[in-house]
């Protein structure tokens, strides 16, 4: 009789594991069922999604300024005062011949 009390304790089943075991399936089977619903409402509404991401138009048209292209203004812009500045003195020389040529002729 003494060995029958040992058996019925090796034959005693912990179910604390097998509950675990179910707790986890049950949690599984949910995080499949969820991701799948995100799945389908994401094919439905793509571009919704895409929208968030996307840059807003204002912002993609503002790039950084090119190196190069401040260059060429830098240069443009010096171009065009030296020409300015040639302009002035052609004008000033000019005026200068004339008034020159106006006193000779008063001579």
Known sequence: MG???VMANEESVDYSVHEAWNE????YLLV???SFALLMYARKNKRKIMRIF???PAVAAT??????DSLQ???LRQQLEMYS???KFDQ????AQAQESVQLSME
């Open 3 to 5: 060995g029958y009390g």
């Open 24 to 27: 986890a399936t049950n949690v």
């Open 32 to 34: 499949i069922l969820v």
């Open 54 to 56: 996307t840059m807003p």
């Open 63 to 68: 790039p950084e300024p090119n190196f190069y």
């Open 73 to 75: 203004k830098v240069r």
């Open 85 to 87: 500045l040639a302009r």
């Open 92 to 95: 000033q020389h000019q005026q």
